[in-house]
């Protein structure tokens, strides 16, 4: 069940239901999670994209002209922004950062963790599409580099904000996914902790990776301050039934927003 705490509260706005995270309120940041809806769907070209961004660009204060959307594609790929662009002129794009104001940096998921940074002190902002791909490709913490080259950020200053994603207990993969995970994290010398043995599918050995704690990791050895990453904490598999979740929709499955504006 997916209900305030102690890290995110719950809303609804005329039928679009989404998280916020508490921490990003105090701080004046607008920004949303959407939730599953019949009528949401932010998937490109889906017949209810187009009021989907309507409804929660107006529900947390937005105009929906400052939208900004990549075309992701599982890169590690990362624009700095300084203007409204087009989201075709953004094609193989995981990540957007920018110190802008008038400008909503915006990606999509079902399933993958979407990271939402935000420099308080240097007043930048960051939305990064991280799957499984994107994770090992170390997209966070390119983010971060390019947020401490490009706008002076100090790591120390960022904190970074989890989206709902498809959790350690549900991330089954096979033997060849599990052996590149291990293969670029050897240097941690950690795998132990993010890789489990799960169960014999059909003959085959399956593992459970744990992305959201291979990010952890890659956050705070780049400086970021451990109490600084907030994770909602909060399985798309688990809670299918509100959460956008590819594995549990299968081909006609629907895509979830997270937006971020100063």
Not at 14 to 31: C, D, T
Not at 178 to 185: A, G, R, S
Not at 205 to 227: A, C, H, P
């Amino acid at each position: 069940m997916i209900k305030d705490n102690d890290i995110i509260v719950c809303k609804e706005y005329k039928g679009i239901e989404y998280i916020q995270f508490r921490k990003l309120l105090e701080f004046g940041i607008k920004h949303a999670y959407t939730l599953k809806g019949e009528k949401i769907n932010f998937r490109s070209k889906s017949k209810e994209e187009k009021e989907s961004y309507s409804k929660i660009y107006e529900a947390i204060g937005l105009d929906v002209k400052t939208l900004v959307k990549p075309l992701q594609n599982h890169t590690s790929n990362i624009k700095c922004i300084d203007r409204v662009w087009k989201n075709k002129d953004l094609p193989d794009i995981d990540g957007l950062i920018t110190d802008k104001k008038e400008i909503a940096l915006t990606t999509t998921n079902a399933d993958c963790i979407l990271l939402l940074f935000y420099d308080p002190v240097k007043k930048v902002i960051a939305n990064i599409h991280s799957g499984w791909k994107g994770t090992f490709q170390k997209i966070g913490e390119k983010a971060v580099i390019k947020m401490i080259t490009n706008y002076k950020c100090n790591p120390e200053d960022i904190y970074c904000f989890i989206s709902p994603s498809i959790r350690k207990c549900h991330f089954e993969v096979d033997e060849e996914v599990k052996d590149l995970c291990e293969n670029i994290f050897s240097f941690t010398n950690k795998t132990n902790e993010f890789i489990e043995i799960g169960k014999v599918v059909e003959g085959k050995q399956k593992y459970m990776i744990d992305t959201v704690l291979i990010n952890r990791m890659l956050l705070t050895s780049i400086g970021l301050k451990n109490e600084k990453i907030i994770d909602c904490d909060i399985c798309s598999l688990c809670n299918s039934d509100k959460i956008n979740s590819y594995r549990a929709e299968g081909k006609d499955f629907r895509l979830a927003t997270a937006i971020i504006s100063l």
